[in-house]
């Protein structure tokens, strides 16, 4: 297993647009987070899931960003009617329930122009 | 959501110098966890603390949580370049959200 990898690494969209983001988690991990992280801040906490339960969302979180993970493997992330303020980079982490360290993907970068 | 004060935001230092950053919370944590980012890299797990003044060590770093459970540090020892990066902390109250610091970008000068 060669980590979580996310999809795509970079997106350009045009403000209004709808864009789709993928996370591979680690197999064998039933946790699954969503993180946004802009220049100079540390990691904004989005989602998780538990297997394919969504059991946290942040209450920042615009009703346009849904997250689902259908069969409690991969993830997709998605953004509806993108803004400016979206562009941001969007991290998965997975984990396993009780260990707590999460091991973060590469990263979406989205550019909202 | 939880709040995390993280400080000193930036830190110069001279390779050999040491290097500590803080990290305050204003309620009681159950846990709290270290990260380390790279330049244009992704947060790496450093470590877990879950005891009320636990001191765990990893070579030259160490790390502290607070009696209260409120507060921890990370201190690094005689700095090298590879040390590069920020540094965040990452709280949580339940066990399941984590909110991060705003992290302490460490700089060091060869």
């Known amino acids: 297993d060669t980590g979580v990898s996310q999809n795509p690494r970079h997106k350009i969209t045009k403000r209004g647009q709808n864009v789709t983001f993928r996370c591979d988690p680690i197999?064998?991990?039933?946790?699954l987070y969503w993180y946004r992280q802009t220049l100079g801040q540390g990691p904004e906490f989005l989602t998780y899931f538990q297997n394919e339960a969504q059991l946290e969302k942040s209450r920042l979180l615009s009703d346009r960003f849904s997250a689902e993970r259908p069969k409690g493997s991969f993830s997709t992330l998605e953004i509806q009617r993108t803004e400016q303020g979206d562009s941001a980079m969007y991290l998965c982490?997975?984990?396993?329930?009780?260990?707590?360290?999460?091991?973060f993907g590469p990263g979406t970068r989205l550019t909202v122009t | 959501g939880q709040q995390v004060m993280q400080i000193p935001q930036y830190q110069h230092v001279q390779e050999g110098e040491d290097f500590t950053t803080y990290c305050n919370s204003s309620t009681t944590l159950s846990n709290i966890q270290w990260y380390k980012q790279r330049p244009g890299g992704h947060p790496v797990f450093l470590i877990q603390?879950?005891?009320?003044?636990e001191v765990k060590k990893q070579k030259r770093l160490t790390f502290q949580f607070g009696e209260a459970k409120k507060n921890s540090s990370l201190h690094i020892t005689a700095t090298q370049t590879t040390d590069v990066g920020t540094y965040f902390c990452a709280v949580t109250n339940t066990g399941n959200q984590f909110y991060f610091g705003t992290g302490t970008s460490l700089t060091v000068i060869p």
């Open positions: 603390l879950v005891k009320s003044g």
């Open positions: 197999s064998e991990h039933n946790r």
């Open positions: 982490a997975s984990s396993l329930v009780g260990e707590g360290e999460q091991y």
